[in-house]
């Protein structure tokens, strides 16, 4: 369905700006981190990415969700690859960065979000060839931290930031290849019973 990830953005801003005006002090209880979930506090993998620090932080995930959301419209990115992009590579990474930095909170949406621009950059390039698309929606996270490091200096958190953020637009784009062979595979083995 062609609305699907549309509805999938509502809900993901919905969601996000429900727990921020609610709940405003809860990011020490819902944020990821390493430490706390190999502790035991396993929900937190699923509250994260709902889960931002203040409204500064959740208006920068939602401009970017509303942009990344119409481009998966104009490529027509399905609903369920746009799910499973934000929420996959929101799993993935955190799981995957919590034994090199156990102690570091993670929050937000953006890890799913450049998940998605990964994924799009791949399928987008029907329209506009891979050496300029994946340029072209890396650079709002090159500007967003250099503009960081410009104004505070380099720090462990910015450079941890920026390798999240990177994981997933990788993730993305790793998640598109393996959906294009498992459906190649899929239309050999049906192929095969035929």
Same mark, same amino acid.
């Given at each position: ?5 549309? %509805? ?55 401009? /970017? ?5 119409? !481009? ?19 799993? !993935? ?22 998940? %998605? ?5 791949? *399928? ?5 060839? =891979?050496?300029? &698309?994946?340029? %072209? ?6 500007? *967003?931290?250099? !503009? ?11 450079? /941890? ?18 959906? *294009? &062979? @498992?459906?190649?595979? =899929?239309?050999? @083995?049906?192929?095969? *019973?035929?």
């Amino acid at each position: 369905m062609k609305t699907l990830p549309l %509805i999938a953005a509502l809900v993901i801003a919905g969601l996000s700006i429900g727990i921020l005006f609610f709940f405003p002090e809860t990011v020490s209880i819902l944020a990821f981190s390493g430490q706390t979930f190999y502790r035991g506090e396993i929900y937190r993998l699923f509250t994260f990415p709902f889960t931002h620090v203040d409204s500064g932080h959740l208006t920068e995930n939602l401009l /970017a969700l509303a942009m990344t959301t119409f !481009l998966a419209y104009e490529v027509g990115l399905r609903g369920g690859y746009f799910i499973f992009c934000f929420l996959g590579a929101s799993f !993935l990474i955190a799981l995957s960065e919590s034994p090199f930095f156990p102690t570091l909170l993670i929050a937000g949406a953006s890890v799913g979000i450049v998940s %998605i621009l990964g994924f799009i950059s791949i *399928k987008g390039s029907n329209f506009i060839p =891979k050496f300029l &698309l994946i340029p %072209i929606l890396l650079l709002p996270l090159i500007i *967003k931290y250099g !503009l960081t490091v410009w104004e505070r200096g380099f720090s462990f958190v910015s450079g /941890a930031e920026f390798i999240f953020h990177f994981s997933g637009f990788v993730a993305g784009i790793v998640f598109f290849y393996s959906f *294009k &062979l @498992l459906r190649k595979e =899929k239309r050999i @083995l049906q192929g095969v *019973k035929a």
